[in-house]
């Protein structure tokens, strides 16, 4: 019963270990139900990843250390930390150190249990036009007179920790959207409204900061509950891939390099 769907997700939300996706799942259906298009489209996001259009919530950007893979005349080099100043210049104000994960909450599930299995405490990723950034900074070694260093990946490396801290800041999220809903509707099988459901992504996801006050609760199934709320606050959250003009940038200059520049 769609009366029923609010305690459902608020029950099976406070499991030990709950199945994250299902829960999204129910909470596409509760804004359906709702009417609520920001309560589908936080759970849509979260389940399929967030696109280039899309805003990106602060949380989904982890802190990150850069490393490199490569090779001198003696030996490899593998996992090796550099700091952003290492880089060639154009790219030092671009590539930071911190990793926005726009992609599916499976995958970021996938990777804590993929690094664990093998007992790896960091999970790499791979950095937008990264080969182009490799051969641009092995093209600027080669112009200082360094032919004994090659590097062969420039790239991410997180802890897992902070794979974990994105999972259960969603898993907290969701039950922090229920109770908001809660709060809304009171105790029974009354439907969260569309302003309601609203009202409570703008808060939880969103940051804003004024909470929901019941003016009136209706307990009845198909029921829907009156609130009173107050005016928006401002958004925290970041653009998705606020960094890709920049890193398209730097794959332009390399191409420009390989041009005139032939190794």
């Not at 829960?23 to 009417?35: D, H, T």
């Not at 007179?145 to 062969?152: D, K, N």
């Not at 902070?162 to 039950?175: A, I, Q």
Request: aromatic share 4%; charged share 25%.
């Amino acid at each position: 019963m769609s009366g029923d769907l609010l305690a459902e997700i608020e029950r099976e939300a406070m499991q030990e270990k709950p199945d994250l996706p299902a829960l999204l799942r129910k909470c596409i259906a509760l804004g359906g139900i709702s009417g609520s298009v920001a309560l589908r489209d936080w759970a849509t996001r979260e389940l399929k990843g967030y696109g280039d259009g899309d805003t990106l919530p602060g949380y989904r950007t982890i802190p990150a250390v850069l490393a490199l893979d490569g090779a001198t005349m003696t030996h490899r080099v593998t996992g090796q930390p550099i700091s952003p100043a290492s880089l060639p210049d154009i790219a030092r104000k671009v590539v930071k150190e911190e990793v926005p994960l726009p992609g599916p909450i499976a995958e970021l599930t996938d990777a804590i249990k993929e690094a664990r299995g093998r007992g790896d405490d960091h999970v790499n990723f791979g950095i937008p036009a990264g080969s182009a950034l490799t051969a641009l900074t092995n093209h600027e070694l080669r112009v200082k007179g360094v032919h004994y260093q090659t590097i062969e990946r420039i790239y991410w490396r997180c802890a897992v920790t902070s794979l974990v801290g994105v999972v259960d800041t969603v898993h907290t999220n969701l039950v922090e959207l229920v109770a908001e809903m809660r709060a809304g509707v009171g105790r029974g099988h009354a439907v969260p409204g569309k302003e309601l459901a609203d009202r409570a992504v703008r808060i939880v996801i969103h940051g804003d900061r004024n909470r929901v006050e019941v003016a009136q609760a209706v307990a009845a199934t198909g029921g829907t509950a009156e609130v009173n709320v107050a005016s928006d606050g401002e958004s925290r959250a970041r653009k998705v891939m606020y960094w890709a003009g920049g890193l398209a940038t730097v794959a332009a200059a390399v191409i420009a390099l390989l041009v005139w520049h032939p190794w």
